[in-house]
Structures are given as C-alpha cells and as structure tokens.
T-cell receptor
Framework: KQEVTQIPAALSVPEGENLVLNCSFTDSAIYNLQWFRQDPGKGLTSLLLIQSSQREQTSGRLNASLDKSSGRSTLYIAASQPGDSATYLCAGNSGGYQKVTFGTGTKLQVIP | DTGVSQNPRHKITKRGQNVTFRCDPISEHNRLYWYRQTLGQGPEFLTYFQNEAQLEKSRLLSDRFSAERPKGSFSTLEIQRTEQGDSAMYLC???????????FGQGTRLTVV
C-alpha cells in the first residue's frame, strides 16, 4: 500500500527566502506525482503534475522534481511571498484518482 | 462553467441527523470522485463514478454513507445518523476518462455537534 510522507509538517520563513518542501513515497510504481495548495477551509488547487516519465515541472516561481528510484519529490518555491502561505500537499497517483494517496501536508507561513 | 461546485460550503448538524451534500462537476467530465479530509490529514478516497455508474467504494464508506449520480451529471453524498467522527471536509473532484488531471471543488465542511 502506498504511503506518502511530507517533511516538515510546518515551516515558517521570512519573505523573499527560497524554500524546499519534501515528499517521499513508498511505492515507486506511481503514474504521476501532483502538488496541491490548500488554503484554510478551502479545497485543493493543483500546482504542478509530474508524469512518471518526467523528472520535473516548472510554473512561475515553483519547480517540482520527481525521483522515482529514491521515492522522493521536492517542491521548490523561489522568492517566497506572504501570499504563498498555505498548506502544500503532495499526492502519488497509482492509476486513477481512486488510487491517489495524499501526504498530510506542509503548512507554510511566509512572514512579511 | 468555471469549475467543480460543492454545496453547501458549511453544514452544522446534530448527532443522529441525516445530511446530504451536492457536487456539480465540470460539465463534460465523466468521472467524479468523493474524498474525506479530517483536520491535519490529507484527503482520503471514498468513492467514484464514471457517468452514472459507481465503480468503486472505499472501506471508509460505511453503510451510513450513500452516494449517487443519477444522470451522470451532479452527484450527492448522503450521511445517515451522523456521528461526531463524521466531522470533516468532504471534497469532490472531476476528470475526463483517460486524462490524468482531476479538478477539485471547494469542499463541504461538516461539523457534527
């Protein structure tokens, strides 16, 4: 059974810092790895989706990497802003969203 | 159609009451998923539909839970005889068959008092 772990559980950084969020998964036979953002009391917003054949994806200040052999993904946020404050979830998809396993998230606070 | 819509956004109910939530997916999406998210945890899969057919149910979906998608468009999730442990955010997502990305709604937060 797939298990997804995110470290750290919480992170507080001053505005402008670059930061890395970590995600590890136990079953390397994933179809894709997806990063989401969740604001308090809200639903999930997809940030980046990396297919199993890809190594990384970029969108603006965000860059996500995937290393299936080591069971790891990282989300890099450049030049963090207070508006980046949210919980970031990674999810391993083993073949359809009925087989998605989410991590417990990293709660990020960016201090002005 | 701007995305997946869920109603209500918040629901407070007394223990033992029945509640029903609604999800309107993106109009052309034929797959619809329900998840439950408790505080501090990631979402967990409950069930999903392809058109009107319910194809899979998680062990989390006890007998008190029932989901329908009668015309292959919107879906409802009903919880009967609610318990305090049912308090959670219920998320809905939709996608096209064969397309890898699903889109999530804003969720319905249920509080059972």
């Amino acid at each position: 059974k797939q298990e997804v772990t995110q470290i750290p559980a919480a992170l507080s950084v001053p505005e402008g810092e670059n930061l890395v969020l970590n995600c590890s998964f136990t079953d390397s036979a994933i179809y894709n790895l997806q990063w989401f953002r969740q604001d308090p009391g809200k639903g999930l917003t997809s940030l980046l989706l990396i297919q199993s054949s890809q190594r990384e994806q970029t969108s603006g200040r965000l860059n996500a990497s995937l290393d299936k052999s080591s069971g790891r993904s990282t989300l890099y946020i450049a030049a963090s802003q207070p508006g980046d404050s949210a919980t970031y979830l990674c999810a391993g998809n083993s073949g359809g969203y009925q087989k998605v396993t989410f991590g417990t998230g990293t709660k990020l606070q960016v201090i002005p | 159609d701007t995305g997946v819509s869920q109603n209500p956004r918040h629901k407070i109910t007394k223990r033992g009451q029945n509640v029903t939530f609604r999800c309107d997916p993106i109009s052309e999406h034929n797959r619809l998923y329900w998840y439950r998210q408790t505080l501090g945890q990631g979402p967990e899969f409950l069930t999903y539909f392809q058109n009107e057919a319910q194809l899979e149910k998680s062990r989390l979906l006890s007998d008190r839970f029932s989901a329908e998608r009668p015309k292959g468009s919107f879906s409802t999730l009903e919880i009967q005889r609610t318990e305090q442990g049912d308090s959670a955010m219920y998320l809905c997502a939709s996608s096209l068959v064969g397309v890898t990305e699903a889109f999530f709604g804003q969720g319905t937060r249920l509080t059972v008092v």
